[in-house]
C-alpha cells in the first residue's frame, strides 16, 4: 500500500505534529505501508539551525514545497498554493492507494483536491483543536464568535473526507460534539524506540552552566500561547517561596517568546529562568528531559500530549494538568501528579515532588514502566489496518459507480 501524507509542518520545525508524522511514517513502513510526505521547505530559520540538518530538504521520502513565512511567527512557513499545486499535479494519483492530511491550512485544501482527482480516500489527523486556537491567535475577535467560526471550520474540513483520526478519545468527543458525522478512529501517536535511549542530564546542566544539584523545573515543547505557559510562571513564583535555588527550564521556541521574556522580567525572575530554545532532538533534547528534578505541563488545548510520554520515558516526574487529550494519558499508574489549573495546588504539587527523592524516584520508576506501554509500532499496525479498510471500500464505492 501506498500514502500520500501531505502536511503545513514537519521538521526541521519541532512540534508534537512533525513527531507525529516521522514515528508514524517508520513504523509503518515495517507494516507494508510506504509513505511519500509533501511539507514546506525551511530556509532561514532558528529551527533548521539548531535542528542541525539545514533546511530539511535531503530526507528520503518528503518532498519540500517552496513556502512563505508566516506574519507573526517566525518559526513556521506557508506553503506557497501554486509551487503545491505543481508539486501534486506532477505525482502519479495512480500510485497511491490514499491520502492522508495531517494539517488544517493549506493541506487540507491541497490534499482534498489530490485524492479527489486521482479518485482515492482521503483521511485527516486531528492533531490541532482549532477552537482553542483560533482564540489565541486572533484575540480581537469576541470569544463566542471564534469559537463558532472554529466549529464550523472544523465541521466543514470534516465532511471533505472520508475518515478521520483522533489521537485520544477526549478528541473524538469533542468532534462529535462538534455534530462531526465522518467516521472517526482512535489511533494515538505512541513514542517510538529512541525516545526510550537515556539522555544525559549532567551533559545538559554542563552545557547550560547550571549547578549539578539545582533543582530544575522543566518545560519542553512548542513556546505558543495556546500551552499556557504563562500560568507555569506563575506557580513557579510560588514555587521559589519554597525552594528559592531551583531553576525553570523552558526548551522550545514559538510566537509567545518574547511575551514570556516580558513576563519573566516583570516578574523579577530572570535568574531563576533559562530560555534553553531548540535542542536537537536526538541528544540535547533528551538530556534536558533527563536533567529535569519535574517536569510541568499546564496546556489546555492538546489533542494528545505526547510530550508527557516523552518525559516519562526519561524518568522525568512530572506534575500536569489533565485536559483534553492528556486524560487520555494521565491515568492512573501513570507515575504522574495530576493537579487543577490553580496556582497554589500547582505549586505545592511541585514543591512536594522537590522536596522528596523517593517519591521522584517512584514517580520516575513507573513513568518508564506506563510509558513503554505506548509503543509505537502498535499504533502504526492499528493505523495500517484503519487504512486498509478505508482504501478497499472506497474501491467497493467506485466500483459500484
Known amino acids: 500500500m501506498r500514502v500520500l501524507f501531505i502536511s503545513d509542518v514537519y521538521f526541521p520545525r519541532v512540534n508534537g505534529v512533525s513527531s507525529s508524522i516521522r514515528t508514524f511514517r517508520e513504523d509503518l513502513a515495517?507494516?507494508?505501508?510506504?509513505?511519500?510526505?509533501?511539507?514546506?521547505?525551511?530556509?532561514?530559520?532558528?529551527?533548521?539551525?539548531?535542528?542541525?540538518s539545514g533546511d530539511g530538504a535531503d530526507e528520503p521520502g518528503v518532498?519540500?514545497?517552496?513556502?512563505?513565512?508566516?506574519?507573526?511567527?517566525?518559526?513556521?512557513?506557508?506553503?506557497?498554493?501554486?509551487?503545491?499545486r505543481r508539486t501534486l499535479e506532477e505525482l502519479p494519483?495512480?500510485?497511491?492507494?490514499?491520502?492522508?492530511?495531517q494539517t488544517p491550512f493549506v493541506a487540507h485544501y491541497a490534499g482534498v483536491r489530490f485524492a479527489r482527482r486521482a479518485n482515492i480516500a482521503c483521511v485527516a489527523t486531528y492533531h490541532t483543536f482549532f477552537e482553542e486556537y483560533l482564540h489565541h491567535y486572533v484575540p480581537l475577535l469576541p470569544y463566542g464568535v471564534s469559537r463558532f467560526l472554529a466549529r464550523t471550520f472544523t465541521r466543514s474540513q470534516c465532511e471533505a473526507v472520508h475518515a478521520l483520526i483522533?489521537?485520544?478519545e477526549p478528541m473524538r468527543a469533542v468532534l462529535n460534539a462538534y455534530g462531526v458525522d465522518t467516521p472517526i478512529h482512535v489511533v494515538p501517536t505512541g513514542l517510538a524506540a529512541d525516545r526510550f535511549r537515556a539522555g544525559n542530564g549532567a551533559a545538559?546542566?554542563?552545557?547550560?552552566?547550571?549547578?549539578?544539584?539545582?533543582?530544575?523545573?522543566?518545560?519542553?515543547?512548542?513556546v505558543a500561547h495556546e500551552k499556557n505557559i504563562g500560568f507555569l510562571l506563575q506557580v513557579f513564583r510560588e514555587v521559589l517561596s519554597s525552594v528559592p535555588q531551583a531553576l525553570l527550564v523552558i526548551a522550545g521556541e514559538g510566537p509567545?517568546?518574547?511575551?514570556?521574556?516580558?513576563?519573566?522580567?516583570?516578574?523579577?525572575?530572570?535568574?531563576?529562568?533559562?530560555?534553553?530554545?531548540?535542542?536537537a532532538r536526538d541528544s540535547a533534547l533528551l538530556d534536558c528531559y533527563a536533567a529535569a528534578d519535574v517536569f510541568?505541563?499546564?496546556?489546555?488545548?492538546?489533542?494528545?500530549?505526547?510530550?508527557?510520554?516523552?518525559?516519562?520515558?526519561?524518568?522525568?516526574?512530572?506534575?500536569?494538568?489533565?485536559?483534553?487529550?492528556?486524560?487520555?494519558?494521565?491515568?492512573?499508574?501513570s507515575g504522574a501528579l495530576v493537579v487543577p489549573e490553580e496556582r497554589d495546588a500547582f505549586a505545592a504539587a511541585v514543591v512536594r515532588v522537590l522536596g522528596d527523592a523517593r517519591l521522584r524516584e517512584r514517580m520516575a520508576a513507573r513513568g518508564r514502566a506506563y510509558a513503554?506501554?505506548?509503543?509505537?509500532?502498535?499504533?502504526?499496525?492499528?493505523?495500517?489496518?484503519?487504512?486498509?479498510?478505508?482504501?478497499?471500500?472506497?474501491?467497493a464505492v467506485r466500483a459500484a459507480c
Open 30 to 52: 515495517n507494516c507494508a505501508v510506504e509513505t511519500q510526505l509533501v511539507a514546506p521547505l525551511y530556509l532561514g530559520t532558528d529551527a533548521a539551525a539548531a535542528d542541525g
Open 63 to 84: 518532498l519540500r514545497v517552496p513556502a512563505a513565512r508566516v506574519p507573526g511567527d517566525p518559526e513556521d512557513r506557508r506553503m506557497r498554493w501554486r509551487a503545491l
Open 93 to 101: 494519483g495512480g500510485e497511491f492507494d490514499l491520502v492522508h492530511i
Open 166 to 168: 483522533a489521537p485520544s
Open 204 to 222: 545538559f546542566r554542563a552545557q547550560a552552566g547550571i549547578a549539578a544539584q539545582r533543582p530544575l523545573v522543566t518545560y519542553i515543547g512548542r
Open 256 to 279: 509567545a517568546r518574547e511575551s514570556l521574556r516580558e513576563q519573566v522580567a516583570a516578574l523579577g525572575l530572570e535568574r531563576q529562568v533559562h530560555f534553553a530554545g531548540y535542542l
Open 296 to 333: 510541568v505541563f499546564a496546556s489546555r488545548t492538546e489533542t494528545q500530549g505526547l510530550v508527557l510520554l516523552e518525559a516519562m520515558a526519561q524518568g522525568a516526574p512530572v506534575v500536569s494538568t489533565a485536559e483534553l487529550g492528556t486524560r487520555s494519558i494521565l491515568v492512573p499508574a
Open 372 to 395: 513503554r506501554s505506548w509503543s509505537s509500532a502498535a499504533m502504526a499496525q492499528r493505523l495500517a489496518d484503519i487504512y486498509h479498510d478505508i482504501a478497499r471500500t472506497r474501491r
